[in-house]
């Protein structure tokens, strides 16, 4: 069974940074595109952050110049790192990911930034 596991979310100042890790495991044959997507309440889920299988990197204008996504094919890992964060980015956050040729979810992670 395909499995997405997150790490690293939690509760951070305004300015502060934070860094979601998301590891693939399980019958894995192959990997395409990997990103980021969060949830705040009464909202719907939006893109935050995608990656492609070579790189290609996709980003929300809200976050642009802010967070970064990158990942490690061999490791089958997706990483988020956030800077300069701001209360409006408080959210469930959820990997996503399209494996065997359909789409994973992650359990999802809160990140809460307070002022």
């Known amino acids: 069974q395909v499995q997405l596991v997150e790490s690293g979310g939690g509760l951070v100042q305004a300015g502060g940074s934070l860094r979601l890790s998301c590891a693939a495991s399980?019958?894995?044959?192959?990997?395409?595109?990997m990103g980021w997507y969060r949830q705040a309440p009464g909202k719907q889920r939006d893109l935050v952050a995608s990656i492609s299988a070579l790189g290609r990197t996709n980003y929300a204008n809200s976050v642009k110049g802010r967070f970064t996504v990158s990942r490690d094919n061999a490791k089958k890992t997706l990483w988020l790192q956030m800077n300069s964060l701001k209360p409006e980015d408080t959210a469930v956050y959820y990997c996503?990911?399209?494996?065997?040729?359909?789409?994973?979810w992650g359990q999802g992670t809160q990140v809460t930034v307070s002022s």
């Open positions: 399980g019958s894995i044959f192959s990997i395409n595109t």
């Open positions: 996503y990911s399209h494996i065997n040729g359909g789409d994973y």
